[in-house]
């Protein structure tokens, strides 16, 4: 019995619309410059090359931001369905992808970052859990720390930026000493985009 036309097509917009939950141009970029700035600066405090450590660190803190937008989106889907804008650009709330299979996808993307950062130094794979608890925390409904105006900047701070740089450095080395400053300074950077970003629609809940 052959398979029905229809159904690679099917499976395909199943495929892109799960790549747009991701939402990996918007983030991916700065996550690895995040993480690079990080393991570098390890690496010349300790005065040693960078190994294969940098990749796994790389694709773990890039899974686990991408984690955080996908939550973001599941979270946010019942109301972006009533704004054709936001709608648009969100998958679950266009109707291109469920949120089950949605949320069976970002489980599985934390499991693979969880077990990425399993594989680092202890802190650094610390600091990966903790970005991936904020990651759900940030827009999860029962938490969702990005309605509370504070925990909002110091969540965003960290989950994307501070957190970042520290996982690259821990990987290598696990004594910042003067790094911190460099470390505080991303996180303070990341706080004022966060602060300034424009307003995407009319509700004071903000997306990532």
């Known amino acids: 019995m052959t398979a029905s036309p229809s159904t690679p097509p099917r499976a395909a917009d199943r495929a892109r619309a799960l790549l747009r939950l991701t939402r990996w141009a918007e983030h991916v970029p700065f996550t690895l410059a995040a993480t690079l700035l990080g393991a570098n600066m390890a690496a010349h405090h300790a005065g040693a090359a960078l190994d294969g450590r940098v990749l796994t660190v790389l694709a773990a803190n890039a899974l686990a931001v991408t984690f955080a937008f996908m939550v973001n989106d599941l979270a946010d889907a019942p109301d972006d369905a009533g704004d054709p804008a936001r709608a648009a650009r969100n998958a679950v709330a266009s109707g291109a992808l469920i949120a089950r299979t949605g949320w069976a996808a970002s489980g599985a993307v934390a499991g693979a970052a969880l077990a990425l950062y399993a594989a680092l130094p202890a802190p650094a794979a610390l600091t990966g859990g903790v970005t991936l608890l904020l990651g759900l925390l940030y827009s999860w409904r029962p938490v969702r720390l990005k309605a509370r105006p504070i925990a909002d900047v110091i969540a965003h ?52």
């Not at 450095?169 to 910042?176: I, M, N, T, V």
């Not at 470390?183 to 997306?207: C, E, F, K, T």
């Open 157 to 208: 701070l960290l989950m994307l930026s501070a957190l970042l740089v520290l996982a690259g450095y821990l990987a290598f080395d696990a004594a910042p000493g003067r790094v911190w400053w460099v470390v505080a300074a991303a996180g303070l950077i990341s706080a004022y985009g966060q602060l300034y970003n424009p307003v995407r629609d009319d509700d004071p809940d903000l997306s990532l």
